[in-house]
């Protein structure tokens, strides 16, 4: 597997509190990406970066945050978690080269009661 | 801005026999093709991709993909399936002025590929 460690790997937590998901990876790939994934939607871009402080939004960012103070390091944050985002998040990485594809953690399973 | 169509969410077929998985897609330019799969309680992994070149492209466990521009797809096939087939296959596309993918992928809703013995 491709050097991607997404923590935690579950978490139940209540509406409106705070969660912050993390994605580490060792491949010091230029491009990180979060996704969920929900049954009947596939998965859907959250946020991506495309370099230490540099990110953008993705096709479904409302309610999220992102950070990236290192290139090892991509945080993903719900300030008010609800239960609309309970789901199977996914971090991804890549070099952004179109013969390097992206490569996937094994998912955070977060459910918000 | 790209969309990806997988027409069946379920495709029952029986162990030793063909099946193709069906895809496609719309862009307004010019994209990368992938197929992924993901096993129970899993990341998705890659399976095959087209980036430019032959239209048959040959993946990984015995899977190919045939890209056909005229009809927009980009169909899985595996001539001889087994249990261990048994996943959710998803199409992506990227676009090629991005780079590849650097702006993230569009991907399909699925398709839940069942073995039956």
């Known amino acids: 597997d491709a050097g991607i460690t997404q923590s935690p790997r579950h978490k139940v937590t209540e509406t409106g509190t705070p969660v912050t998901l993390r994605c580490h990876q060792t491949e010091n790939h230029r491009y990180m990406y979060w996704y969920r994934q929900d049954p009947g939607h596939g998965l859907r871009l959250i946020h991506y970066?495309?370099?230490?402080?540099?990110?953008d939004k993705g096709e479904v960012s409302d309610g999220y945050s992102v950070s990236r103070s290192k290139t090892e390091d991509f945080l993903l944050t719900l300030e008010s978690a609800t239960s609309s985002q309970t789901s199977v998040y996914f971090c991804?990485?890549?070099?952004?080269?179109?013969?390097?594809?992206?490569?996937f953690g094994d998912g955070t399973r977060l459910s918000i009661l | 801005a790209q969309s990806v169509t997988q027409l069946d969410s379920q495709v029952p077929v029986f162990e030793e026999a063909p099946v193709e998985l069906r895809c496609n897609y719309s862009s307004s330019v010019s994209v990368y093709l992938f197929w992924y799969v993901q096993y129970p309680n899993q990341g998705l992994q890659l399976l095959l991709k087209?980036?430019?070149?032959?239209?048959l492209v040959k993946g990984i466990n015995g899977f190919e993909a045939e890209f056909n521009k005229s009809q927009t797809s980009f169909h899985l096939r595996k001539p001889s399936v087994h249990i261990s087939d048994t996943a959710e296959y998803f199409c992506?596309?990227?676009?090629?002025?991005?780079?590849?993918?650097?702006?993230?992928?569009?991907f399909g809703k699925g398709t839940h590929l069942i073995i039956q013995p």
């Open positions: 970066s495309y370099g230490v402080k540099d990110t």
């Open positions: 087209y980036l430019s070149g032959s239209t």
């Open positions: 992506a596309v990227s676009d090629r002025s991005s780079g590849g993918g650097a702006d993230g992928l569009t």
């Open positions: 991804a990485i890549s070099d952004g080269l179109p013969n390097q594809p992206q490569h």
